[in-house]
Structures are given as structure tokens and as C-alpha cells.
């Protein structure tokens, strides 16, 4: 039996949409496959809360995305206008290299981080990523949620991510 060459060639990532990050577009793409896999959310328990996840130091502004989720899904993104940043009940943010390490060990490991590539693990000291807000009421709904928000970065393997430079 004869294989097919353009079939043994092939890598079966390249169906998979491909997007830059940091951007809009990224996080939507992300949101999409997330609400996609409702099953792999709802064993964690439901999340009520807007994150606010932002790139520290990209140009010509840092990025600032929040993210909406209710019960097992993401039900918006946006990028905040000034007066919508008190939307968010907390924000992690972190620069370029650390948001890509992780998303690089997630997609290495087909939707598992490395241990040390883990929001837990990079947010746990404050360094080299951090966990803010006015609130620490609010803020502690990130370490409530912390597992179903690594979870919705995981999905992420199932992006091309490509990295604003």
C-alpha cells in the first residue's frame, strides 16, 4: 500500500488558527475554544469574575485585555476603555518573555505548562508575574479561580501563537 505524501508531511497544526500575541484577536481566538470545551471547565466549577491580563511591555502602550467569564464559559473580551477598568476584579500582568514562556511550555506540552510555567507558580511571589487590584476582596477571586484560569490558557495549544516582537 502506497502512502500518501502530502499526507505523511503534513503537521496536523497547521488547521489550527494562527494569531498574534498579544492581541485581541488572540484572546477571542481563545475565548472560542474555551466555550468549546464547556466539559473540560464544568468539573472545576463555575467562575464569575472579569480578569484583566495585561502584556506590561510591549509598544507603543502596554496591552490590556479583560476577559468575562460566567459559570463554564467566556461571555466577553474586550479591550477596556478608561473608564471600564474598574470592571475587573483583579489583573495579572507580566512582560512579553514571561506571558510567551508559558504559552511556549503549553504548547509544547499539548495544554499542560511545565511545573514552573504555571500562573500559580509565576504569580506566587509577585514576581515575575503579579496579581493587582483595588480590591482584595476581588482580588482574591483570582486564587478562587486560579485553576480554571490556567485551564483557559492551556486551551491555548490549540492556537498557532505567533509573539509581537
Known sequence: MMLDESRRDSDPRESLPTAVFPSIRWFELLAAE???QRARFE???????VAEFCVTDVQPAPFVVQ???EEFGVVDVRIP???DRD???FRVEGNLATWRRMLESIARNGGRPDLEQTLNYLTHMGTPMRVMSADPV????YFRYAQSL???F???ARILTQFAE
Do not use: I
Not at 468539573?43 to 469574575?49: A, E, I, R
Not at 476581588?138 to 477571586?141: A, C, I, M, V
Open 34 to 36: 474555551a466555550n468549546s
Open 43 to 49: 468539573h472545576l466549577g463555575d467562575v464569575d469574575c
Open 67 to 69: 476577559v468575562t467569564f
Open 81 to 83: 476603555a478608561a473608564n
Open 87 to 89: 470592571r475587573a476584579d
Open 138 to 141: 476581588r482580588r482574591d477571586l
Open 150 to 152: 490556567q485551564e483557559f
Open 154 to 156: 492551556n486551551v491555548s
